[in-house]
């Protein structure tokens, strides 16, 4: 299968990485930050607060990937009076 490829499977190869790299960069690596987020929002210390956020910096792309589908926003109260 591979011997009628035109591409070479050296480009195959690096092509696969690229990507592999792409989807951790750009969905697994933001939303594993998201989720501990919102696991830890209200016990992190100032230190681990601070790496959190220069981790959200670095993955921001991701992270404006990712926004529109996680609503960790706080489930609405029932009144009952």
Do not use: C
């Amino acid at each position: 299968m591979l011997e009628t490829l035109p591409l070479s499977l050296d480009t195959l190869i690096s092509l696969g990485l690229y990507g592999g790299l792409a989807i951790a960069y750009l969905l697994v690596i933001p939303a594993a930050i998201l989720f501990y987020l919102k696991a830890k929002w209200h016990k992190v210390g100032s230190v681990e607060r601070f790496v959190l956020y220069g981790l959200m910096f670095v993955f921001f792309p991701g992270m404006l990937l990712m926004s529109p589908f996680l609503n960790f926003r706080p489930q609405p109260r029932s009144l009952n009076s």
